[in-house]
């Protein structure tokens, strides 16, 4: 009877004790990423986090294309959000993009600028009825042009390419 109840204690307590604990952030360090050609495919700030298979994107970062030009620049903010476990509730985490953001089309003409604000949506987790999470939001405020730098309308194909990429998942910033 004592061994029963023993083996029946200790998973609990174990599984009870499991609690997420908010975590101070101060340094943060640069990564750089290569193409095969040895260009400079991004650079950017990544936070010296106890996860050490990840990534997690803060501050200035800019990506570039392949022949070497910059393709896109700006800030991300890291933030949580809650993912269902046996043990009970986890932080996940993710990236998004605030404030200023540039971008270019591969012949170096400016594509896009604006400032993104601050929307929420919510994402499915493993929690039932997910999470909300922060995105960049782009507006009416935003400018877009097309290859030869002209300013235009954009359609909302556009609009959608650029608000789509404006954070990145826990799973999308694993180290390679």
Known sequence: MKTTLILFIIPF????????KSIEINKTNTVVEYYK?????????????????????TGLW???????????SGNYKLATYVECSVGGHVNGYYSYKFGEWIY??????????????IGTKNIKTSCEGGDNINYGLVDNSWEFYDSNGNKINPTQS???????????????????
């Open 13 to 20: 307590l174990f599984l009870v004790g499991c609690k997420t």
């Open 37 to 57: 050609n040895g260009n400079i495919k991004s650079v950017g700030n990544v936070y010296d986090f106890p996860k050490e298979n990840y990534d997690f994107r």
């Open 62 to 72: 800019s990506t570039f294309y392949e022949n070497g030009k910059l393709k896109e």
């Open 104 to 117: 270019f089309h591969e012949n170096g003409n400016l594509k896009a600028k604006g400032i993104y604000k």
């Open 158 to 176: 556009d609009i959608d390419k650029i608000q789509e990429s404006s954070y990145i998942s826990e799973w999308d910033m694993r180290k390679k």
